[in-house]
C-alpha cells in the first residue's frame, strides 16, 4: 500500500527557514504528480487546502503567488522523497502542510495524503 510520511514542520520565527520532506513507500505508476498543499488555521476541510507548489509529471513546477522566491520544490528520486524548502517565512506561512501524490496510468489516477505537519511562524 502506498504511503506518504511527511516531516520537517515546527515552530519558528519570521525570516526563518524549514525544509519539509515527503518520503513515498510502495509502488507507484511512472506518471507522477507531486505536490505540498496548505490548510491554513480554523479550516477543517480538504477542499480548503491551497496548492502551494507542484512538480507535474513533466517536470514542471508551480508556485502559488505569495509563495514564489521564497519556497522551492524539490524531488530525489533515488531516494523517492520530495521537499518544500521554505525560507523567508511569515506569519501568514503558519498552516498544517500536507504532501500530495498523484500517480496516473493511462486515464487512472490515483492520490495520495501525507498525515501533515504543523509550520507555526511567530512574528
Known amino acids: 500500500q502506498l504511503r506518504l510520511l511527511e516531516s520537517g514542520g515546527g515552530l519558528v520565527r519570521a525570516g526563518e527557514s524549514l525544509r519539509l520532506a515527503c518520503a513515498i513507500s510502495g509502488s507507484t505508476f511512472d506518471d507522477n504528480t507531486v505536490g505540498w498543499y496548505r490548510q491554513p488555521p480554523g479550516e477543517q476541510r480538504e477542499t480548503d487546502r491551497e496548492?502551494?507548489?507542484?512538480?507535474?509529471?513533466?517536470?514542471?513546477?508551480s508556485y502559488m503567488d505569495s509563495v514564489k522566491g521564497r519556497f522551492t520544490i524539490s524531488s530525489d528520486n533515488a531516494k523517492r522523497t520530495f521537499y518544500l524548502q521554505m525560507n523567508s517565512l511569515k506569519p501568514e506561512d503558519t498552516a498544517v502542510y500536507y504532501c500530495k501524490l498523484i500517480t496516473s496510468y493511462g486515464a487512472t489516477s490515483y492520490y495520495y495524503w501525507g498525515q501533515g505537519t504543523q509550520v507555526t511562524v511567530s512574528a
Open positions: 496548492l502551494v507548489a507542484e512538480i507535474a509529471s513533466d517536470g514542471r513546477t
